[in-house]
């Protein structure tokens, strides 16, 4: 797909004002009326140098987010990174080094870090499906199970794991789920409604549905205009006999229960995508600390 979701387009930073009210939110969230133990114990125009260092293996990822958190408290803070956002480091690699004013550096330490240790994890936690799948034509994707508020940073740690995004929100695809297809009773009524509205409105929309058996692959299947159908927790078997049922008419998305264990036996079945809720509903952060070092 090459419509807004399922996307690898890299978000610039400083051209996108959801980043930086994110970031000017988090730092207020922290900073509040002013670092009452930075101010009482270091002067505002000592100058020093701090290093931000990995303590444990993995994909780095949020390093230009970092950056900005120091340029929004104090553009005089050097922030230099020393990897690629993307790269996979050892415990004990300086990824970044800033110099300028240690209260500055010290004000914005915990947000930077905060950053970067939720994207390096979800970036690891990433790369090891992408790893899983390797050689394989399936994709990884996201989903919309994002902690409030840092969607952007999550989706973005996605895309550096090697993963590609999902829709980022409910206005840019036409995704039909199950409870949508209970308001209306059938699946059919669900898919002839989007299809109806999408033409009315002219909206340049692809449109997905899911599907939770066989039967209900059938009924999507006799309508002209779908894009993609999605396997909700089919069994392996199930995913094999939808596939070839399917035969390439449209995409083929798998969801539900996937684990490193079984994600590889999903993409042998043929389909295009396998989407993780995991990635961001539940990643282990990855250990990364500043150092004053001068």
């Known amino acids: ?53 990995a ?22 803070v050097e922030f230099k990174p020393l ?10 690699t300086v990824v970044a080094s800033l110099e300028g004013a240690l209260a500055s550096i010290l004000k914005g330490e915990r947000t930077a870090l905060n950053i970067l240790q939720r994207m390096s994890g979800i970036a690891t936690l990433t790369r090891k499906f992408v790893d899983a799948v390797k050689g394989m034509k399936t994709k990884i994707t996201d989903t919309r199970k994002t902690a409030p508020g840092l969607r952007v940073l999550d989706k973005h740690a996605v895309q550096f794991g090697g993963g590609v995004n999902h829709r980022f929100g409910l206005d840019d695809m036409v995704l039909i789920k199950d409870n949508h297809i209970a308001a209306v009773g059938e699946i059919s009524a669900a898919i002839e409604r989007c299809l109806h509205y999408v033409q009315q ?30 396997l909700d927790n089919f069994t392996l078997d199930e995913m094999r006999k ?45 250990d990364i600390s500043l150092k004053i070092v001068s």
């Open 1 to 53: 797909m090459t419509n807004r979701s399922r996307h690898n387009k890299i978000i610039e930073v400083h051209k996108d004002s959801r980043v930086t009210r994110l970031i000017e939110q988090a730092i207020q969230e922290d900073l509040g009326m002013g670092d009452v133990t930075t101010d009482a114990i270091v002067p505002p125009d000592l100058r020093g140098r701090a290093e931000i260092v």
């Open 55 to 76: 303590k444990e293996s993995g994909v780095l990822a949020g390093l230009e987010y970092a950056a900005h958190v120091f340029e929004i408290i104090d553009s005089e």
């Open 83 to 92: 990897v690629n956002d993307g790269s996979f480091v050892q415990s004990g």
């Open 201 to 230: 409105k002219h909206l340049a929309l692809k449109i997905e549905v899911e599907t939770k058996n066989l039967q209900q692959v059938e009924k999507a299947l006799k309508h002209k205009g779908l894009h993609c159908i999605m």
């Open 242 to 286: 939808a596939v070839k049922l399917i035969n390439h008419a449209v995409e083929v998305e798998a969801s539900g229960n996937v684990t490193l264990e079984n994600v590889r036996a999903i993409a042998e079945t043929g389909v295009d995508f396998i989407s993780i809720g995991a990635l961001t509903h539940s990643p282990k952060a990855l």
